[in-house]
């Protein structure tokens, strides 16, 4: 209840409760002193009646004569506050009683053992009568306390009419001190109830004071204005990408769900943006100069959009557009304009020029025709399908297409991944091919490692559905060090396996090469496994070898310290030149299948196969040539004097465990 109260009716409450304490207090105080004043007045009294009748008393001890009697019964009528006396000389008889005397004899034991006794209305005293230093006798007194009582009441009542003005008084004062020294507080308090600093609505308050008041104020009037500014800093950049300056995706994706819902019955066009090729760009001139990049098309692009757009970076090289209140016919136009502005821009980057395109993506909708996830699910289609038909091209989203059918096919394959790598369940397994050797017979044993996998139906899925997905959505790094730690992790189990084993070739994406959670995943399996380096040999195909194989010298010199060979795949297929082969370091180089398929009926297809034999033979490198299907093929490739064979006839895949 009390922390309900404001401070000005808490300070109120407070100074009246202080008055009247005070007058209570005081009250109390002044009727215990006037109590106390009172009781020495009357002992007074005896005193001084006892003081001025003392040798009258005598006189009637040594000479008890009627006159003395009456002498003193005569003066004792001026004393009006006594009411009797007795008189008792040393032998302890009774010489004289004066006034009455009942309530003396009642009370004679207890004030003979304390001299003094005060009752309500009473002061009984005993007065020894002395002179010379002898004592003959002694009186007992009853003094009537009436007027002392009544003087006593008269003071009481006076304080207590004094009460309710010094009450007033107080909660005059109270009033005002909680007027006064409330004031700033109530003045503060309303100007931040009127104040929103997040929304810069800011009430300043102002005095005259030049003490900690002042200083509250000015602290205040500090804070709020930093609060304003914190906070529109905050909300810039809640709703701004941080590098180019424009909207980013929370901002986008708000504005998305916000029209979904209007129900004005306007239409609405989303564009989706994505730079081709724009890795290449960091990849050769750096980050830096990526990130000038991006700033420049944001910068350029903007200028060619209509005032009702909003413009974001969503993501690294991604953008998207949303067109309010538009018509298909008018987002078209913007569309012809993006791919007309992105077609070629080109950019300097010490003393490099570079051009980049955009691939587009673009939907008309209308609010309540898709849920928020259906409408970015089919601009992601509708990109898929821009930048399936090459660079700088777009798509309309048409929910009929079968490229959108393709591409939720993909997204299904993509989550099957995902759980594969998770363990289910989706799940992959390890396959094993063959590798045959053609010049020599032996009892050891060389295969390919292949990858198979099954969805959570178990529905099989083939490498080639699967593995283009994986790459088109950065999975095949994650995919390669699966496939290698499972593949050491299960043949280290079994070292009479690895005893008999002479090879084992693993395939990797071109682009694990460069990825540094890859190059990490090898270096920890070397000291985490018991296995003989030299015997495993690490694939790359023709295609993505030489790129890679230039930015990734450093782990490629780390693994040939280690022992780990290198392996050349579907070479003759990238039309690479044999000068790559000379120069790079590859322990073995794989022909592509194409070349044995047709090498009994075409005799170009022969002499390709055996240039390759020699340029490698020449550089120690062993060949393999893949698609050997029949003995005819076997005994043309022993004549060539290729190495070993890899193919149906020599032995078709099998699960790892049964080679086991």
Do not use: C
């Not at 310290?561 to 073995?588: C, H, Q, R, W």
Request: hydrophobic share 40%; charged share 25%.
């Amino acid at each position: 209840m009390w922390n309900r109260l404001g401070i000005k009716w808490q300070l109120i409450l407070i100074m009246t409760l202080v008055v009247t304490l005070v007058e209570l207090t005081t009250l109390f105080s002044v009727l215990n002193i006037q109590s106390s004043q009172s009781k020495e007045s009357a002992v007074a009294q005896v005193e001084s009646v006892t003081k001025s009748l003392n040798n009258d008393f005598l006189k009637v001890i040594l000479n008890p004569t009627t006159d003395a009697f009456s002498d003193i019964s005569y003066r004792l009528g001026a004393f009006h506050s006594v009411v009797g006396i007795v008189l008792v000389d040393d032998l302890n008889n009774t010489l004289y009683r004066y006034g009455s005397i009942a309530n003396i004899k009642k009370h004679k034991e207890e004030v003979l053992q304390k001299i003094s006794l005060f009752t309500k209305n009473s002061l009984y005293i005993k007065k020894d009568l002395s002179m010379d230093g002898y004592v003959y006798g002694y009186t007992l007194v009853d003094i009537d306390l009436a007027e002392h009582k009544k003087t006593q009441e008269e003071i009481a009542w006076s304080i207590i009419s004094i009460f309710p003005f010094a009450l007033l008084l107080g909660l005059i004062v109270s009033f005002f001190l909680g007027a006064n020294y409330t004031k700033p507080f109530t003045q503060l308090l309303n100007a931040m109830k009127k104040s929103d600093p997040t929304h810069e609505k800011i009430t300043l308050v102002q005095t005259n004071a030049k003490n900690e008041i002042e200083e509250l104020f000015s602290g205040y009037n500090n804070l709020m204005q930093q609060v304003a500014d914190s906070s529109k800093e905050l909300h810039f950049q809640a709703e701004h990408d941080q590098l180019t300056s424009i909207k980013n995706r929370f901002f986008i994706e708000e504005q998305i769900k916000a029209v979904l819902k209007d129900e004005s019955g306007f239409t609405y066009n989303l564009l989706s943006l994505n730079l081709d090729q724009f890795k290449l760009i960091n990849d050769s001139a750096g980050y830096q100069a990526g990130d000038e990049l991006l700033k420049m098309i944001a910068s350029d692009y903007a200028k060619i959009l209509p005032k009702n757009s909003i413009f974001s970076r969503v993501d690294g090289d991604a953008f998207m557009v949303l067109l309010k209140n538009s018509s298909e016919k008018d987002g078209l136009d913007v569309l012809d304009k993006s791919l007309e502005k992105l077609r070629d821009f080109r950019f300097t980057s010490d003393n490099e020029s570079y051009s980049v395109s955009a691939s587009i993506g673009f939907v008309h909708f209308k609010s309540f025709e898709y849920t928020f996830k259906e409408l970015i699910k089919a601009l992601n289609s509708a990109l898929y399908s821009a930048k399936a038909q090459g660079r700088n091209k777009s798509y309309v989203y048409d929910p009929e297409d079968d490229i959108t059918e393709r591409f939720n096919i993909e997204l299904k394959t993509a989550a099957f991944i995902k759980e594969a790598l998770l363990s289910g369940p989706s799940r992959f397994e390890l396959f094993a091919q063959d590798i045959v050797p053609l010049q020599y017979e032996t009892d050891m044993y060389s295969y390919e490692i292949l990858i198979r996998m099954w969805d959570k139906d178990n529905n099989f899925i083939p490498p080639d559905n699967f593995l283009p997905t994986a790459q088109r959505y950065q999975q095949m790094h994650e995919i390669d060090i699966w496939v290698l730690w499972t593949y050491l992790e299960t043949v280290t189990q079994n070292p009479k396996h690895i005893e008999k084993l002479h090879s084992a070739h693993i395939n990797l994406a071109g682009s694990s090469l460069t990825n540094p959670d890859f190059q990490a995943k090898v270096k920890e399996a070397v000291m985490h496994f018991n296995f003989p380096w030299h015997k495993l040999e690490l694939e790359v195909t023709e295609t993505s070898a030489v790129g890679n194989f230039a930015k990734a010298n450093e782990f490629i010199v780390w693994l040939k310290n280690v022992g780990i060979g290198l392996a050349l795949d579907d070479f003759g297929t990238g039309m690479a030149s044999f000068e790559y082969l000379k120069s790079m370091p590859f322990d073995v180089v794989k022909i592509d299948g194409s070349f044995v398929k047709d090498m009994h009926n075409d005799l170009t297809d022969r002499a390709v196969i055996k240039y390759i034999h020699e340029i490698a033979e020449l550089n120690n490198q062993e060949t393999v040539a893949e698609y050997v299907e029949t003995q005819e093929d076997v005994d043309a490739l022993r004549e060539i004097g290729i190495t070993y064979g890899q193919g149906y006839f020599l032995g078709k895949p099998k699960p790892l465990k049964d080679w086991l």
